[in-house]
Nanobody, 126 residues
Framework: EVQLQASGGGLVQAGGSLTLSCVVS????????IAWIRQAPGKEREGVSC????????YYADSVKGRFTISSDNAKNTVYLQMNSLKPEDTAVYYC???????????????????WGKGTLVTVSS
């Protein structure tokens, strides 16, 4: 059974940091790209970041470049999202999701992802 378990959300003040974790089970890391996708109330879903284990490539939305860093620990089957310099507009439910590596670009809008985990809420206060 494929599972993605996201955790690490919480309440933080603007300028603060949080690290999200996504523990993956039930499929081979190498075959998939793992992404963080967020959705804020009343807003469209937004692909935040993606990592491809095949070659280590990482991708970021323009809105988070320079502030967020995605990484993976294959031994722990875990993908992390380090979020620094958080802004109130980063407030959203953050989901981790997986897609076949060749379709990594699907993370941009979240359409076509193969597997989703339950989200974790990040709230940034001003």
């Amino acid at each position: 059974e494929v599972q993605l378990q996201a955790s690490g959300g919480g309440l933080v003040q603007a300028g603060g940091s949080l690290t999200l974790s996504c523990v993956v089970s039930g499929f081979t890391f190498d075959d998939y790209a793992i992404a963080w996708i967020r959705q804020a109330p009343g807003k469209e879903r937004e692909g935040v970041s993606c990592i491809r284990d095949t070659d280590g490539s990482t991708y970021y939305a323009d809105s988070v470049k320079g502030r967020f860093t995605i990484s993976s620990d294959n031994a722990k089957n875990t993908v992390y999202l380090q979020m620094n310099s958080l802004k109130p507009e980063d407030t959203a439910v953050y989901y981790c999701a997986a897609v076949g590596d060749s379709y990594y670009y699907n993370f941009r809008d979240g359409d076509g992802m193969d597997y989703w985990g339950k989200g974790t809420l990040v709230t940034v206060s001003s």
